[in-house]
């Protein structure tokens, strides 16, 4: 007993006793962290049997049904380019396509998906923006006017 008042009476017996108490209290929980350094690997099996993945047939896509937009929208890439000129982008999304046609007032993004009846992706989507700062145009607005370039 005499020792622990001998800490508690002076500032640096104070400051021990803290510092004691502080890893008194910090021990258990960093022992908890503690790993066992034991790890376990898989047994190797039977060789389990690894599937193919089941191919299912494109799903028709829902086509977009805009005033305005009856040339754009179930054309093909070729039809496309022949509208609109060429293509600004390019790109190809797994079976998808989308291409991007550019004027001074809007920018035309026409996204082209596989059909069942199609040999080629078909546009059954259009989305457009205005060049100088993105914000949404009226569609078939867009479409008139880079048709009219």
């Given at each position: 007993m005499n020792s622990a008042r001998s800490l508690s009476s002076s500032p640096a017996g104070l400051s021990r006793l803290r510092v004691l108490l502080g890893l008194a209290v910090l021990a258990p929980l960093l022992a908890a962290c503690a790993s066992t350094g034991?790890?376990?690997?898989?047994?190797?099996?039977?060789?389990?049997?690894?599937?193919?993945?089941v191919r299912a047939a494109p799903r028709d896509p829902t086509f977009q049904t805009i005033p305005g937009l009856e040339g754009v929208i179930g054309a093909s890439e070729s039809q496309l380019l022949r509208q609109f000129g060429a293509a600004r982008l390019n790109v190809w999304e797994g079976d998808a396509r989308k291409l991007q046609f550019t004027g001074k007032a809007c920018v035309l993004d026409v996204?082209?998906?596989?059909?069942?009846?199609?040999?080629?992706?078909?546009?059954s989507?259009?989305?457009?923006?205005?060049?100088s700062d993105g914000q949404d145009v009226d569609r078939a607005a867009c479409v008139a006017a880079l048709k009219g370039r």
């Open positions: 034991t790890t376990t690997t898989p047994r190797p099996g039977k060789g389990a049997a690894i599937r193919e993945p996204f082209l998906y596989p059909t069942a009846q199609s040999k080629e992706p078909l546009a989507y259009v989305d457009a923006r205005r060049s």
